[in-house]
């Protein structure tokens, strides 16, 4: 459950991270200013591992899906905008990633936030993450107690070691 009501203000804005940067400690490494506002939903979408990594692994992305009960769960966070350069960089803005604005839901309310989206000349479905990405992946999922299923399904992942 969110902390207080997640609101942008001038001086800060919301991030829905759903891949490794869930984990607190790997994103306050990138944004000192990082509040988590709890864990967070994103309807409509699936989460994927084929974001082209700069190290030619797999990282995670999110794919619009028309599923029925396709869900993306992340961790929804507030950020000073100060840090957005920063994060856009080690995200690969433009590069790997676009900014996407999204409607995420968290157990109280639904609200806007930006998060990144693989750029499409990025993607390849024989992709599989390395296993430190994945484990940074788990860490933040269980940290902020995502449901223990999507859990599961993100530990059966195939995986990389960096030696292969």
């Not at 029925?68 to 929804?76: H, K, S």
């Amino acid at each position: 459950m969110a902390k207080h009501k997640p609101t942008a203000t001038k001086d800060t804005y919301l991030y829905f991270a759903y891949g490794s940067n869930m984990s607190s400690e790997r994103l306050r490494g990138r944004t000192p200013s990082a509040i988590s506002l709890g864990r967070a939903r994103l309807p409509g979408y699936a989460l994927r591992w084929h974001k082209l990594g700069r190290d030619g692994s797999g990282k995670c992305d999110i794919d619009p899906s028309d599923a029925p009960g396709v869900v993306v769960w992340g961790v929804l966070y507030e950020i000073n905008r100060t840090e957005k350069g920063g994060l856009d960089a080690v995200e690969g803005l433009g590069v790997g990633y676009d900014e996407h604005a999204v409607r995420v839901e968290t157990d109280t309310v639904v609200c806007e936030a930006v998060t990144y989206k693989a750029k499409p000349d990025k993607i390849d479905a024989a992709l599989r993450p390395l296993d430190w990405y994945k484990a940074h992946v788990i860490r933040g999922a269980t940290e902020h107690g995502l449901p223990a299923e999507y859990v599961r399904r993100i530990a059966a992942v195939h995986v990389r070691y960096p030696e292969e």
